[in-house]
């Protein structure tokens, strides 16, 4: 297996903390979804530029893949915009199965499978688009991307209040997990643990929840709102219901109405 890493100056001594209190107060979660997603954007763009490569050796190509494809996702890396972000990347390239046995091959494209991104444990396609014999393989590729983070430093138990005591700032790998790293603590500071959290993990996206603000048979304030006008009633919840969550309501009629919880835990209904 081959490592490479590919470091971001924001990353070295006090640079790095800095940088993470930057992003604390400027960062949005929209921000950081969308910057979690560079490195899969950079390397399409990569192979959109030209992909394909000479392969160095006709009698055993599969010799050549891995540092070919190592090659290749150097490039991409090192085209990569996301100094921004305080990320240290590092990129490994397996090995295909050595029982494998490929035909001679003047140039091999590297590519992304549909589905696939530069991310976390993933694959990348090799296909052979000069020679007598076509065929495609496929290498295992890790990315990783070691960043500012919150970590637990105590267990949660499901349904309790995170606050700003339970995590403490550490370096950990973004990608580690497909659920984003929630790098801003306001993004999770008051929200409650969705699941059993083990001290130790970095707080992300998926390990958290808003608050119940009522209960499933709650009675609620129910706000219909049309052109001009807005009416008041009282309903009873059929769910539970958290801040922006989408709930049913039934209304004294009987009729059934669907809305969205605001902070103050009235349900907001669009006529």
Known sequence: MTIRSFFSPANHGAAL????????AARTRAAVLRRLCLVGA???????????????????????????????LDDAMSRNPSSALPL?????????????????????????????RLWGRTRLGLRCVEGATAWNVFLPVTIKAFGPAWVLTNNVAPGAVLTAND?????????????????NPDLWVGQTAARQLVAGQAVR????????LFKAGAQVKVVAQG?????SSAGQALTAGSSG???????????????????????????
């Open 17 to 24: 903390r800095s940088t993470t209190r930057s992003l604390l």
């Open 42 to 72: 950079v390397a399409g763009a990569a192979l959109g530029a030209g992909g394909a490569v000479h392969a160095q050796s006709a009698a055993d190509p599969a010799a050549d893949l891995g540092p070919l494809t190592q090659r290749w």
């Open 88 to 116: 240290r990347m590092e990129v490994s390239v397996g090995s295909l199965d050595s029982r494998l046995r490929l035909a001679p091959c003047a140039r091999v494209e590297p590519y992304l499978p549909v589905g696939a």
């Open 167 to 183: 995590a403490t700032e550490a370096e950990v790998d973004w990608a580690a997990d497909a659920s984003p790293v929630m790098a």
């Open 205 to 212: 996206q998926a390990m958290v929840r808003a608050p119940l």
């Open 227 to 231: 052109p001009g006008y807005a009416v």
């Open 245 to 271: 969550q989408t709930v049913r309501v039934r209304m004294e009629n009987g009729r059934i109405v669907s809305g969205t919880v605001n902070d103050s835990g009235t349900v907001d209904v669009t006529l």
